[in-house]
Every structure is written in structure tokens, then in C-alpha cells.
């Protein structure tokens, strides 16, 4: 007897009446009509569509569809190439007011060669075989000194020696200091920050003991772009800079930079991590960011020449007709990332490294490794968190992040709820008419 897939998740379209039913176990999605969502609703699974669309199944069989997509995501996980964030210091030049790691403390002020030798011969041992990129992270990993300048020459000039790329987060300011050791490196991307405008970044992201920061970023960003670099640009958005994403937009779109063939772009929630933020009332929860970034999009639709949000499994459909895979897990975490920092440690992630209580082993000066903390990042994923079990959500939001399970809950086997039907709805609303159509944005 056929029955509703446990994975279908229905919402409404704009005009209330027309439904969208999407199923990430077989990757369909489909506009209801009224008669249609009738049917459903009374389980009338008489047309065919129900059962070859996935949304009506032999239990059983959907069990079995679950068991096979899952032991393939998991041997695709274990090929799957490894992101090694390396952290040269937990210093920075900047005074951003809503910085996680502001109160982290560094038991040293600069790392040591041996310290990169250390971190490659590592990640040669432990990772061998297997795909990987390094990427620099902080704190800010290109300081102005010319002792910061030549280890992280020395850092580069060892990632290229063992063929492998190198991607840096960087706040942006001394990126022309750097250009010539960038161009001569393996270099995948920079990651530079603007928070707007120039009077808004300015004010949200200035100089330790104050000054600006915008222009100097922006020739930056120009260096790297005319030199053939890929450029990821990030806003890392709250209700304080929201409202400059449009201008920011038609910054990017007048300076080309939308057009460069190494330009891409992020949008980053701010939100609060380990520590209290300075405006926590500032803060978004998703719902609010995307139903703010729908808003703001069809007041001003070139918003999507700089930058096209996700709403988790929208996108996709627009862009290529069809769901992503099935998310099984989404914390990266001791899997396909791992964090290293300049004082010998290993930690899971970006959102652990540096916090004491985090550390997972060391590389340096001997390896040492906490194999029971490491196990349980491994193995979470929606069969290990009790609550995904049953969750209809679970293919889309994979659990969640394991950070921020374990702040909120005590334990990484928990999960960090997100609000995948909210969000998808706003995404759909913006993107898709009632009859399924996609919506012409002016």
C-alpha cells in the first residue's frame, strides 16, 4: 500500500492556494494545484505521477532508496577532497564589533618554520592519498610586518612544493603587500570582506584604534583581479548593514568585478558564535535574513548580478531544474575540514579553532590526538542525532552545524535546527509564480 514519503515537504506559493511538494530522497519537485494537493491530502495515490515522482511509496522500498543513497554518500565522503585551514596567528589589524574571536589569547605573537614543516609533514602522513587544499585563516593571516611576510612566503612556498593550492580568508587590507608573493603561489581564492558601502564597511569593520578600511580593501580587490586571481567576496550580513546590499551590488557591478571570471561572492550571517556580540539585537535568525533578502530582490533585482542566496534547495531548482542531493550530513568537521594553528594544535573546524576547550591533539612539537572526541565529529550525521531520525527536514538540513549543536546542547551527536521549510518558501515565492513558472524580475 502506498503511503506519503516521510522526506516530502510542502509549502505554500504566493498566492496561497498553489502548494510546492519537493522530496530530496529522489530529488523531485513539483507545483499542486488545488485538485492535486485534494489528492494528496486524502492519500488518493490513483495517478501514476504519486509513486514515479516519490511522493507516494512502499515504505519498505523507501528504506531501502534511504540506505543505498546513504552508503553512497558515505564512500563519496571518504574520497572527497579535504579543506586544512592552517591559523598563523590569532592577531588582527582590525576592530570589527562583531568578532568571535576577540577574546581568544595567543601564547605567542608570530609561529616559526618549524611549525610549517611540522603542519606538512602531518597532513602528508595522516592525509596521503587523498585530495586536499590548504587554506590560511586567523585572527588575520597577512599582517604588514615583514616577519608575517616571510612565513607566510615560507607557508606558500612549502603548499607549492607539495602541489597542493592554497585559498586565504583574509580581512583584505595589506592584499597589495602581498600581491607579489601571491602571484608567484598556487593560490585557489581570497576571501575579502566588504560589509557594504564605503560609510557602512567603515564603520562596521575599521582599524584597531581607528581608521578606514574600504578603499584600501577595494584596490586591493582590484589587484587581485586584474592579476588573474580569484576574488570570493563575503558580506557578513545583519539588520545594521542589510540595507547597503544593493548599493554594494551596484558597486561591484560598476567596477566590473561581476564580470571578472575569478569573482564569486558569499553572503554570511552574523551571528553569535562563542561570544556575546556588542549589538546582539543586530542579530537575524535565518527566517529573517532570507525574508529580508527576498524583499530587498525585488526592489532591486540586480541584487542577483552580485550575488543569488541559496534558500537551501531554490536555487538549484531554478538554476538546473532539479534538487541537490541529499544532504546527510553538513557538518564538515573532522570529515572534509580540519583546523590547525601556529601553536601545534588540531582542531575539527573554523568554528573551533583557537578555543582551548576545542583542541583535539597536536602536530606540534609531538603528534598527539584525542581519538575519542575525534570519533564523535566522524560520526555524526542524521542517523547519529536522534532527532534527524525521523525528521522529514533531515535530507535538506543535514543536522545542521556540529559548533553550534555543541554550544547550544552540550554534545555534537545533537541537532542545530534550521528552518528549511521557511526559508525554501521565501526562496520559492521570489523565484517561481503560482503555476510553476519563473518569475521575471525588473
Same mark, same amino acid.
Given at each position: 500500500?502506498?503511503?506519503?514519503?516521510?522526506?516530502?515537504?510542502?509549502?505554500?506559493?504566493?498566492?496561497?492556494?498553489?502548494?510546492?511538494?519537493?522530496?530530496?530522497?529522489?530529488?523531485?519537485? *513539483?507545483?499542486?494545484?488545488?485538485?492535486?494537493?485534494?489528492?494528496?491530502?486524502?492519500? #488518493?495515490?490513483? *495517478?501514476?505521477?504519486?509513486?514515479?515522482?516519490?511522493?507516494?511509496?512502499?515504505?519498505?522500498?523507501?528504506?531501502?532508496? /534511504?540506505?543505498?543513497?546513504?552508503? #553512497?554518500?558515505?564512500?563519496?565522503? +571518504?574520497?572527497?577532497?579535504?579543506?586544512? /585551514?592552517?591559523?598563523?596567528?590569532?592577531?588582527?589589524?582590525?576592530?570589527? *564589533?562583531?568578532? =568571535?574571536?576577540?577574546? =581568544?589569547?595567543?601564547?605567542?605573537?608570530?609561529?616559526?618554520?618549524?611549525?610549517?614543516?611540522?603542519?606538512?609533514?602531518?597532513?602528508?602522513?595522516?592525509?596521503?592519498?587523498?585530495?586536499? =587544499?590548504? !587554506?590560511?585563516?586567523?585572527?588575520?593571516?597577512?599582517?604588514?610586518?615583514?616577519?608575517?611576510?616571510?612565513?607566510?612566503?615560507?607557508?606558500?612556498?612549502?603548499?607549492?612544493?607539495?602541489?597542493?593550492?592554497?585559498?586565504?580568508?583574509?580581512?583584505?587590507?595589506?592584499?597589495?603587500?602581498?600581491?607579489?608573493?601571491?602571484?608567484?603561489?598556487?593560490?585557489?581564492?581570497?576571501?575579502?570582506?566588504?560589509?557594504?558601502?564605503?560609510?557602512?564597511?567603515?564603520?562596521?569593520?575599521?582599524?584597531?584604534?581607528? $581608521?578606514?578600511?574600504?578603499?584600501?580593501?577595494?584596490?586591493?580587490?582590484?589587484?587581485?583581479?586584474?592579476?588573474?586571481?580569484?576574488?570570493?567576496?563575503?558580506?557578513?550580513?545583519?539588520?545594521?548593514?542589510? $540595507?547597503?546590499?544593493?548599493?554594494?551590488?551596484?558597486?561591484?557591478?560598476?567596477? $566590473?568585478?561581476?564580470?571578472?571570471?575569478?569573482?564569486?561572492?558569499? &553572503? $554570511?550571517?552574523?551571528?553569535?558564535?562563542?561570544?556575546?556580540?556588542?549589538?546582539?539585537?543586530?542579530?537575524?535568525?535565518?527566517?529573517?535574513?532570507?525574508?529580508?533578502?527576498?524583499? &530587498?530582490?525585488?526592489?532591486?533585482?540586480?541584487?542577483?548580478?552580485?550575488?543569488?542566496?541559496?534558500?537551501?534547495?531554490?536555487?538549484?531548482?531554478? +538554476?538546473?531544474?532539479?534538487?541537490?542531493?541529499?544532504?546527510?550530513?553538513?557538518?564538515?568537521?573532522?570529515?572534509?575540514?580540519?583546523?590547525?594553528? =601556529?601553536?601545534?594544535?588540531?582542531?575539527?573546524?573554523?568554528?573551533?579553532?583557537?578555543?582551548? #576547550?576545542?583542541?583535539?591533539?597536536? /602536530?606540534?612539537?609531538?603528534?598527539?590526538?584525542? +581519538? +575519542?572526541?575525534?570519533?564523535?565529529?566522524? #560520526?555524526?550525521?542524521?542517523?547519529?542525532?536522534?532527532?534527524?531520525?525521523?525528521?522529514?527536514?533531515? &535530507?535538506?538540513?543535514?543536522?545542521?552545524?556540529?559548533?553550534?549543536?555543541?554550544?547550544?546542547?552540550?554534545?555534537?551527536?545533537?541537532?542545530?535546527?534550521?528552518?528549511?521549510?521557511?526559508?525554501?518558501?521565501?526562496?520559492?515565492?521570489?523565484? /517561481? !509564480?503560482?503555476?510553476?513558472?519563473?518569475?521575471?524580475?525588473?
Amino acid at each position: 500500500m502506498l503511503k506519503k514519503s516521510k522526506y516530502n515537504i510542502i509549502f505554500d506559493l504566493e498566492n496561497g492556494e498553489s502548494k510546492m511538494i519537493a522530496n530530496s530522497l529522489y530529488g523531485a519537485a *513539483d507545483v499542486l494545484n488545488s485538485s492535486e494537493y485534494g489528492q494528496y491530502q486524502t492519500d #488518493d495515490f490513483s *495517478d501514476p505521477m504519486w509513486r514515479e515522482r516519490g511522493y507516494a511509496v512502499v515504505p519498505e522500498e523507501e528504506q531501502q532508496a /534511504f540506505q543505498t543513497q546513504y552508503m #553512497d554518500f558515505i564512500d563519496s565522503r +571518504d574520497t572527497e577532497e579535504i579543506q586544512l /585551514f592552517f591559523v598563523p596567528t590569532y592577531n588582527c589589524n582590525f576592530g570589527c *564589533d562583531y568578532c =568571535y574571536q576577540s577574546e =581568544y589569547t595567543s601564547s605567542a605573537s608570530v609561529y616559526e618554520p618549524a611549525v610549517v614543516d611540522a603542519f606538512f609533514d602531518y597532513i602528508g602522513s595522516e592525509f596521503a592519498g587523498r585530495k586536499k =587544499y590548504c !587554506t590560511l585563516f586567523g585572527g588575520e593571516p597577512l599582517l604588514p610586518n615583514e616577519k608575517a611576510v616571510q612565513l607566510v612566503s615560507y607557508f606558500l612556498s612549502k603548499a607549492k612544493a607539495h602541489g597542493l593550492e592554497t585559498a586565504i580568508v583574509t580581512n583584505g587590507f595589506h592584499l597589495k603587500k602581498y600581491l607579489p608573493v601571491l602571484k608567484e603561489s598556487l593560490i585557489r581564492e581570497v576571501q575579502v570582506t566588504l560589509d557594504g558601502t564605503r560609510e557602512v564597511h567603515n564603520k562596521r569593520r575599521p582599524l584597531k584604534g581607528g $581608521g578606514n578600511t574600504f578603499d584600501e580593501i577595494v584596490e586591493g580587490v582590484d589587484a587581485l583581479l586584474n592579476a588573474g586571481l580569484s576574488v570570493n567576496l563575503r558580506m557578513v550580513v545583519d539588520s545594521d548593514n542589510i $540595507g547597503s546590499l544593493a548599493d554594494l551590488a551596484a558597486f561591484a557591478i560598476d567596477k $566590473g568585478w561581476t564580470k571578472a571570471p575569478g569573482f564569486k561572492t558569499q &553572503l $554570511g550571517r552574523n551571528y553569535e558564535l562563542h561570544s556575546c556580540q556588542k549589538n546582539g539585537q543586530a542579530l537575524y535568525s535565518r527566517v529573517q535574513m532570507y525574508e529580508e533578502l527576498k524583499d &530587498l530582490i525585488e526592489k532591486h533585482p540586480h541584487i542577483l548580478e552580485f550575488h543569488t542566496p541559496s534558500f537551501h534547495f531554490v536555487k538549484s531548482l531554478r +538554476d538546473n531544474g532539479e534538487l541537490p542531493a541529499a544532504l546527510f550530513d553538513s557538518c564538515p568537521g573532522c570529515k572534509t575540514e580540519w583546523a590547525f594553528d =601556529y601553536q601545534g594544535n588540531i582542531y575539527s573546524c573554523t568554528a573551533t579553532v583557537g578555543k582551548q #576547550d576545542e583542541v583535539l591533539g597536536t /602536530f606540534f612539537p609531538h603528534v598527539t590526538k584525542h +581519538d +575519542d572526541d575525534i570519533e564523535g565529529w566522524q #560520526d555524526r550525521d542524521i542517523l547519529a542525532i536522534e532527532k534527524c531520525r525521523d525528521c522529514n527536514l533531515a &535530507l535538506v538540513c543535514g543536522g545542521g552545524c556540529g559548533s553550534v549543536a555543541k554550544n547550544q546542547n552540550g554534545s555534537v551527536s545533537t541537532p542545530d535546527c534550521r528552518p528549511v521549510k521557511e526559508v525554501a518558501q521565501t526562496g520559492a515565492r521570489l523565484f /517561481f !509564480t503560482p503555476d510553476g513558472e519563473l518569475r521575471r524580475l525588473k
